[in-house]
């Protein structure tokens, strides 16, 4: 893939957009851009379209969006606030852009990031969960994408609430937890994910696994499985939203 053919993969996220550019020497530049003005579509447009227009960008889009999607089409965006539901929002962007674009999950695009990160991961059933404002997940099993998970919103059997409810980065910040706190909700999520489901490896993404030093032996020394974090960090959402472009 030469640069006149780079893709600009996009994670759209519900605190912030992180935006790069993938071509055959790998990321060639990124950016996060914050919400000042609320985060509907018209205002997540005009974000992206200033983005595409600035970095002179003519050629492909991909998109991993914090919701259930459907082809072209948004169907639940819970943490995103109104005006999500049914939204067409690949195609209002091709309309002011004019790029071929691809939209799935943000755990969907993230997990394609993380595929193939280390070799022999694809004879592997691995559980990738992204980390942020809720719990995103997505399996590769074998070396494939296995989509549409949304098993954040799962309910814990001993707890009063959804897992992505007693351990995302949002329920750490408003209860002021500590990282420590923190990790070990993670950690209860984790345990009860891989009595449920049985993965090989967890891979965990998200812009709070740039610190995991800070926490990542907490979670693993109550873990019987390893528990990896993405080589992408916070652009992992935005990596393999471009690589839609490139399956």
Known sequence: MSREHAVLGVDIGGSSIKCCVL??????????LQ??????????LNMMTEIVESWNHDGPIGIGFPGLVSGNRIVDAPNMGEGWDGCDFSNRLNQRVGASIAIINDADAAALAMAKQTPGWEHEDILCLTLGTGIGSAWI??????????????AHPQLDCSLEQWASVRTMNEESLSIEEWAERLATVLEFLLEQFSPDRFVLSGGITTSSE??????????????????????????????????
Not at 25 to 32: D, P
């Open 35 to 44: 919400y000042a003005n609320g985060k509907d579509p018209d205002t997540v």
């Open 23 to 32: 071509d055959a020497c790998g990321i060639s530049r990124h950016v996060t």
């Open 141 to 154: 099993k074998q070396g494939e994408l296995e989509a549409g998970t949304e098993y954040g919103r799962m």
């Open 214 to 247: 800070e926490w990542i032996d907490i979670i693993q020394q109550r873990m019987s499985i390893p528990v990896a974090i993405s080589k992408y960090g916070d652009l992992t959402g935005a990596v393999g939203a471009a690589r839609l472009h490139l399956v």
